[in-house]
């Protein structure tokens, strides 16, 4: 496959980071789909992995055909290179079924595979990304722990914030070490996300004795609906929306890259 012969391997590993949320219809998969374009027009080696078994999104979204699915990874009968394929601005996309029934309980046996195929990919990409599933199913738990960090979706309605503290005290007594970090998405202005995040880290730094990480907010925009409707991707609809400058200042953030005119491929 033409994916699989052009990775080349590097020294170090990739960094991968769980993009997950406590409930459904945050905006979850869209800040993923377009975060992991962003970074990958910016020159770094991406890979974007819809874990959200039977209720796939990111190939409708994307508008990608896969030969293979992640489930035919986990259940052994394709190997992870060959469900590799090529989606937008030569993001690589490791897509799952949609409307297809879903692998109930990934079990120990089936976690432990389908991380060695994952492992086989650390030296080929810069960054990993797992769209995991919404809420705290086990299977959404499992992809989460195959990460090294974690990004928390959620917007402020009353029911994501609780739904959002929920998943992150599901990784904070699995997992106390783990790295979690939280967007606010549909913002209408970002003093008032800084503002709601400030309230949230503070009920996690009470009651779970963790801290957590802002990476900033995604304005709320009418763009992002339209661009799911026609199956494109924001960043190739309407790339310099509101939503997509949000999305490039979180990419920039996440690389430690001051905002800055020399910048130039996180203005395109």
């Given at each position: 496959m033409e994916i699989a012969r052009n990775l080349e391997n590097k020294s170090s590993g990739a960094r991968v980071y769980a993009i997950t949320s406590g409930k459904g219809g945050v905006g979850k998969t869209s800040i993923a789909i377009n975060l992991?374009?962003?970074?990958?027009?910016?020159?770094?080696?991406?890979?974007?992995?819809?874990?959200?078994?039977?209720?796939?999104?990111?190939?409708?979204?994307?508008?990608?055909?896969?030969?293979?699915?992640?489930?035919?990874?986990?259940?052994g009968k394709a190997s992870i290179f060959d469900a590799l394929a090529e989606g937008p601005e030569g993001l690589t996309i490791l897509s799952a079924s949609s409307g297809l029934g879903r692998i109930n309980d990934m079990g120990e046996e089936r976690t432990k595979k389908f991380r060695n195929e994952l492992l086989k990919l650390e030296n080929a990409f810069d960054m990993?990304?797992?769209?995991?599933?919404?809420?705290?199913?086990?299977?959404?738990?499992?992809?989460?722990?195959?990460?090294?960090?974690?990004?928390?979706?959620?917007?402020?309605?009353?029911?994501?914030?609780?739904?959002?503290?929920?998943?992150?005290?599901?990784?904070?007594?699995?997992?106390?070490?783990?790295?979690?970090?939280?967007i606010i998405n549909m913002s209408r202005n970002e003093k008032e996300s800084k503002m709601l995040f400030d309230r949230f880290n503070e009920i996690v730094?009470?009651?779970?004795?963790?801290?957590?990480?802002?990476?900033?907010?995604?304005?709320?925009?009418?763009?992002?609906?339209?661009?799911?409707?026609?199956?494109?991707?924001?960043?190739?609809?309407?790339?310099?929306?509101?939503?997509?400058?949000?999305?490039?200042?979180?990419?920039?953030?996440?690389?430690?890259i001051e905002n800055t005119k020399q910048r130039t491929i996180f203005n395109r």
């Open positions: 992991s374009i962003v970074l990958n027009k910016a020159g770094l080696k991406v890979l974007l992995i819809d874990s959200d078994m039977g209720l796939a999104n990111i190939d409708l979204m994307t508008g990608v055909s896969a030969l293979h699915t992640i489930e035919e990874v986990i259940e990993i990304f797992i769209d995991t599933g919404a809420g705290i199913s086990a299977n959404v738990v499992d992809f989460i722990f195959m990460a090294d960090e974690v990004m928390v979706i959620m917007t402020s309605e009353p029911t994501a914030f609780a739904d959002a503290y929920a998943i992150v005290k599901v990784i904070t007594v699995e997992k106390p070490s783990m790295n979690v970090g939280v730094k009470k009651f779970l004795e963790k801290e957590i990480e802002y990476h900033g907010s995604v304005a709320l925009d009418k763009a992002v609906a339209d661009a799911v409707m026609r199956q494109i991707p924001l960043a190739l609809y309407a790339g310099k929306s509101s939503s997509m400058q949000s999305i490039r200042k979180i990419a920039r953030n996440m690389l430690g």
